[in-house]
């Protein structure tokens, strides 16, 4: 109720300044803009390690896991159904698990 009155006064003392005689106040507030929420599961999102000057994306490390799984280990990295990537650039190394099968590479 105490904020009606206030939204009174304030339209008494600016309305005629400012509004149109039809408009009060209250009716030049735009709502407010609805929060961004964060992709959902399988939404659109990029991640970027940047490391020595060098930038490295998600897909990046997965492919060429995938690559060394397949080409230096004899692996079928379409059948591989889990993915464990771990970056460690103090070592200069990124190691991955692909279906309980080690392995890494030079970044």
């Not at 940047?50 to 896991?65: K, P, S, V, W």
């Amino acid at each position: 109720m105490e904020e009606a009155k206030k939204l009174d006064a304030i339209n008494e003392k600016v309305a005629p300044a400012v509004l149109k005689p039809e408009e009060t106040v209250t009716d030049n507030i735009a709502p407010a803009p609805a929060a961004e929420k964060a992709p959902a599961s399988g939404g659109n999102a990029c991640v970027v390690i940047q490391y020595a000057g060098r930038d490295f994306t998600y897909e990046e490390l997965i492919q060429n896991a995938k690559n060394k799984f397949q080409y230096d280990m004899g692996g079928d990295p379409e059948a591989v159904k889990n993915i464990e990537i771990y970056v460690k650039p103090e070592d200069n190394r990124v190691y991955f698990l692909m279906d309980g099968v080690q392995g890494s590479y030079d970044m």
